[in-house]
């Protein structure tokens, strides 16, 4: 079983990925990941400060990003599971 640390950094990496799939670094004013995963419960947040002019909707990415941190811990509990 995955510990709560490895939960946590593979849930950030995953959303982490999906913002600067969208946005390069230096495009953002600000962003924001936080995970926490306590008793077996994954809660992601994640906020994202792009500029008005930017090609992609500052919201969308970060729900997009916050689905990807969840799938990125199911599979990494599948992963544990098959072994």
């Known amino acids: 079983m ?5 939960v946590v950094q593979t849930a950030a990496e995953a959303a982490e990925g999906v913002i600067f799939a969208h946005y390069k670094q230096s495009e ?6 936080t995970v926490t995963f306590e008793e ?4 992601v947040d994640v906020y ?4 008005d002019d930017a090609a992609q909707d500052a919201d969308a990415v970060a729900d997009e990003a ?3 941190a969840g ?5 990494l509990f599948a ?5």
Do not use: I
């Not at 953002?28 to 990941?33: A, I, Q």
């Open 2 to 6: 995955p510990t709560d640390e490895e």
């Open 28 to 33: 953002l004013t600000d962003f924001d990941v």
């Open 40 to 43: 077996g419960v994954l809660d």
């Open 48 to 51: 994202v400060n792009a500029p």
């Open 66 to 68: 916050a689905r990807a």
């Open 71 to 75: 799938d990125a811990v199911d599979e």
């Open 79 to 83: 992963a544990d599971e098959d072994e």
